[in-house]
């Protein structure tokens, strides 16, 4: 328990560490693996089998191994060529994933956290093919990824679809190529059950690379790699590899011709016979090895067709991002001569005028040397009345624009004001207009009609505002005596009106109560079955709970019995009284109850008489 907490307490500072922004991704990556190092040796040692797994999440349910993703998945101008230290980390990364317990959270980590791990391993693996020195560690890299798909079969599909594993497998580099097919190997070793999981789409894309490596590479090591796949495909998935090899005719001859003879006989012996008994079972024709070579020559053709065009899309991409820049950089400098010469001119133009101003000075002084000194004053004033004219003209042109000027100014005032005043007749003629309206209307009820009675409060607050408007405005000719008589008076008078009131809320809400369960019965009424299909229940459930109703429709019923016993023209003279007795009442039952009332001869309008209810 001890080593635990103290695992718990490295974890939390780890993530103190992490968070703090002044770490260059150099210091993080070390930071990380040390870290990391520490914790898993440090529960890898301890007796609970459970302790290296409660690490694991721990580590992830901290945004350690977030902050791991992220900094592998880091530029390589920002990694700084640290690809060492990259691979150690990220063969931690995939240890500290494999293994884990997370609970309720182990939807998003196999969901959505595994595949950005995946993804950020196939990167970097991807970069690491591209370096000569990056062998060892591209082993290394392709070591953590087989061990992360031996333990989530689900990311198989994902890594055979990725654009990253897709440049690994175009790479001419017979090392990277025998190192994807070993991965492979491995992890089909290590869980047994790995090809069982996945699908047959993916199924078909291994063992699609596998062939192609057959097929495509001349190289010892690859070809043995490649056949051991797929007899352990084959000791794996059984008949189920047999439906996918009848994709791949001519496989027979193909191993037959160019791998006989190269030190794995036996195993090229054992795959030909796996696939003629898959012929024999399919009875499908064979396809010539011809026609099989030159469908991988058409294949190599192609996928070297489209690196070709990519790489020639890449430095046309280049040539038209360096061409876009010069020509920025050519539009910039043009701008700038431009604005340099045309600040030349301006300044150009300054230095002309003063030279011209001094020209016209100094030829006009000469002038006055040759005048006569008689002439020279008058020439003066010519002079100064000139420059009084100019002066003039250009203030009265001025002074005219002023003017000009505040006259639109005042004539917009002007309009705007008319135009205030125009809304102000409106405004005032349609409120004239509402009053009249208000007037005309009928009166409406009295505020305490409908109204709940005054609060403590409230009235607390209306009797202090009387006291103060009585302290302010007190009479002189009246008593005080009077004042609280003719007080109580209207006290009396109000409460008279408030329980008025209050009676004639409570009789509406009585009409209510009656008026609603009329329409109740009305509606049983309505849907009540026939008298021929009635039963007791039913019978019984229309009865009044009232004692005095259902006294009332008892005598309504006999009286109506004994009237139909009754000979004819005995009932003539009660029909008659009847009808002139109150049809205004029989009127306004029948439009209440839409033609449903109790204990009357009213006509019956399309429904059926029941005991003097009719329906």
Same mark, same amino acid.
């Given at each position: 328990m001890e080593m635990l907490e103290e695992e718990e307490v490295l974890i939390s500072q780890l993530k103190r560490k992490l968070e703090n922004?002044?770490?260059?991704?150099?210091?993080?990556?070390?930071?990380?693996?040390?870290?990391?190092?520490?914790?898993?040796?440090?529960?890898?040692?301890?007796?609970?089998?459970?302790?290296?797994?409660?690490?694991?999440?721990?580590l992830y349910h901290s945004g350690v191994l977030s902050h791991c993703v992220g900094v592998l998945s880091l530029s390589p101008s920002r990694l700084r060529g640290n690809w060492t230290c990259a691979a150690r980390l990220a063969h931690l990364t995939s240890s500290s994933c494999?293994?884990?317990?997370?609970?309720?959270?182990?939807?998003?980590?196999?969901?959505?956290?595994?595949?950005?791990?995946?993804?950020?391993?196939?990167?970097?693996?991807?970069?690491?093919?591209?370096?000569?020195?990056?062998?060892?560690?591209?082993?290394?890299?392709?070591?953590?990824?087989?061990?992360?798909?031996?333990?989530?079969?689900?990311?198989?599909?994902?890594?055979?679809?990725?654009?990253? @594993?897709?440049?690994?497998?175009?790479?001419?580099?017979?090392?990277?190529?025998?190192?994807?097919i070993q991965m492979w190997i491995q992890t089909c070793a290590v869980n047994r059950d790995f090809l069982s999981h996945l699908s047959d789409e993916s199924v078909l894309l291994l063992l699609n690379e596998a062939?192609?490596?057959?097929a495509l590479s001349s190289d010892s090591a690859v070809g043995g790699a490649s056949i051991k796949l797929m007899l352990l495909m084959a000791s794996q998935l059984g008949l189920r590899l047999q439906a996918l090899l009848v994709n791949f005719k001519g496989l027979d001859s193909l191993l037959?011709?160019?791998?006989?003879?190269?030190?794995?006989?036996?195993?090229?012996?054992?795959?030909?016979?796996?696939?003629? +008994?898959?012929?024999?079972?399919?009875?499908?024709?064979?396809?010539?090895?011809?026609?099989?070579?030159?469908?991988?020559?058409?294949?190599?053709?192609?996928?070297?067709?489209?690196?070709?065009?990519?790489?020639?899309?890449?430095?046309?991409?280049?040539?038209?991002?360096?061409?876009? @820049?010069?020509?920025?950089?050519? +539009?910039?400098?043009?701008?700038?001569?431009?604005?340099?010469?045309?600040?030349?001119?301006r300044y150009q133009v300054c230095v002309r005028r003063?030279?011209?101003?001094? +020209?016209?000075?100094?030829?006009?002084?000469?002038?006055?040397?040759?005048?006569?000194?008689?002439?020279?004053?008058?020439?003066?004033?010519?002079?100064?009345?000139?420059?009084?004219?100019?002066?003039?003209?250009?203030?009265?042109?001025?002074?005219?624009?002023r003017r000009y000027n505040d006259s639109l100014r005042d004539a917009l005032r002007e309009s705007q004001r008319q135009q205030r005043a125009a809304r102000t007749l409106?405004?005032?003629?349609?409120?004239?207009?509402?009053?009249?309206?208000?007037?005309?209307?009928?009166?409406?009820?009295?505020?305490?009609?409908?109204?709940?009675?005054?609060?403590?409060?409230?009235?607390?607050?209306?009797?202090?505002?009387?006291?103060e408007y009585i302290s302010v405005h007190r009479s002189t000719c009246v008593s005080a005596e009077e004042c609280a008589s003719l007080h109580e008076e209207v006290q009396l008078l109000l409460q008279a009106e408030l329980?008025?009131?209050?009676?004639?809320?409570?009789?509406?809400?009585?009409?209510?109560?009656?008026?609603a369960c009329a329409h109740t019965q009305l509606e049983m009424l309505r849907d009540a079955p026939p008298l021929s299909v009635v039963t007791v229940k039913q019978a019984e459930s229309f009865l009044s709970p009232s004692a005095s109703i259902a006294a009332r429709a008892r005598d309504a019923h006999n009286a109506t019995?004994?009237?139909?016993?009754?000979?004819?023209?005995?009932?003539?003279?009660?029909?008659?009284?009847?009808?002139?007795?109150?049809?205004?009442?029989?009127?306004?039952?029948?439009?209440?109850?839409?033609?449903?009332?109790?204990g009357g001869s009213a006509v019956v309008r399309g429904g059926t008489e029941v005991d003097g209810l009719k329906l």
């Open positions: 922004e002044d770490l260059n991704p150099e210091e993080k990556i070390s930071l990380l693996i040390d870290a990391l190092n520490k914790v898993l040796s440090s529960a890898a040692v301890q007796t609970d089998s459970r302790a290296l797994t409660r690490v694991k999440s721990q494999v293994g884990a317990d997370l609970g309720s959270r182990s939807e998003d980590f196999h969901r959505l956290f595994l595949p950005s791990v995946m993804d950020v391993l196939l990167s970097l693996a991807s970069q690491l093919m591209r370096r000569a020195e990056g062998s060892s560690l591209f082993r290394k890299v392709l070591d953590s990824i087989g061990w992360l798909l031996s333990a989530h079969t689900h990311l198989t599909a994902q890594v055979l679809s990725s654009v990253q @594993y897709e440049q690994i497998q175009m790479c001419d580099d017979v090392t990277i190529s025998l190192l994807c062939v192609a490596q057959l037959e011709k160019d791998w006989t003879g190269r030190g794995f006989d036996q195993e090229v012996d054992q795959l030909i016979s796996i696939i003629q +008994r898959d012929k024999a079972v399919s009875s499908q024709s064979e396809v010539s090895t011809e026609r099989v070579r030159a469908a991988c020559v058409i294949q190599a053709a192609w996928r070297s067709f489209q690196t070709r065009r990519r790489v020639k899309s890449l430095n046309r991409a280049v040539s038209t991002l360096q061409k876009r @820049y010069r020509a920025r950089r050519r +539009r910039l400098q043009e701008q700038k001569e431009a604005q340099q010469w045309e600040e030349q001119l003063q030279q011209a101003r001094r +020209r016209f000075h100094q030829k006009q002084r000469e002038l006055l040397l040759l005048l006569p000194p008689d002439q020279v004053r008058p020439y003066l004033q010519e002079c100064e009345r000139r420059a009084a004219v100019v002066i003039q003209s250009v203030y009265r042109g001025f002074r005219e624009r409106q405004r005032a003629g349609r409120r004239l207009i509402e009053k009249r309206r208000a007037a005309k209307a009928p009166p409406l009820n009295p505020l305490w009609i409908g109204q709940e009675g005054l609060t403590d409060s409230r009235w607390a607050e209306l009797q202090q505002q009387v006291e329980q008025k009131g209050e009676r004639w809320r409570r009789e509406e809400q009585r009409v209510e109560a009656l008026l019995l004994q009237a139909n016993r009754l000979p004819w023209w005995r009932l003539l003279g009660e029909m008659h009284t009847g009808e002139e007795a109150s049809p205004a009442h029989l009127q306004e039952l029948e439009a209440v109850f839409g033609g449903l009332f109790i």
